[in-house]
């Protein structure tokens, strides 16, 4: 089971189908909407969750603004046809690297799988 802070850009099927499988998810759309993406971060570090995002400006946050993030990110950088083909890449990733994500951050793009330490 994972602790993870979904960011609001993550679409609902793929929540409801992380919490059918086990996984402990919070969702941005449910609590105080807007958050900038610094107060993201330290939530899932207070919290130890690994946060899922379809923003690439987490990656900018953490490696050149040295945000602590080590719970893990998961940068999703997909193309797929439907939010459920959506929530089932997602949940297929977080499955297959489930125990290599904390301390890392790991992108996930159409042509593979790229997991670096974080600092």
Do not use: C
Not at 25 to 32: A, L
Not at 34 to 61: N, S
Not at 64 to 77: C, H, K, P, Y
């Amino acid at each position: 089971m994972l602790r993870i802070l979904a960011n609001e850009n993550v679409p609902g099927p793929a929540i409801e189908a992380l919490r059918a499988a086990g996984h402990d998810v919070v969702w941005g759309v449910e609590g105080p909407r807007g958050l900038e993406d610094p107060v993201v971060l330290k939530r899932a570090q207070a919290e130890a969750r690994i946060v899922i995002t379809f923003d690439k400006d987490f990656g900018e946050l953490v490696y050149r603004g040295g945000t602590e993030a080590s719970a893990g990110v998961v940068l999703f950088r997909i193309t797929t046809r439907s939010p459920k083909e959506t929530a089932d890449r997602i949940l297929r990733e977080l499955t297959a690297h489930g125990d290599e994500l904390p301390g890392h951050f790991t992108v996930v793009g159409d042509k593979g799988v790229r997991v670096v330490k974080l600092p």
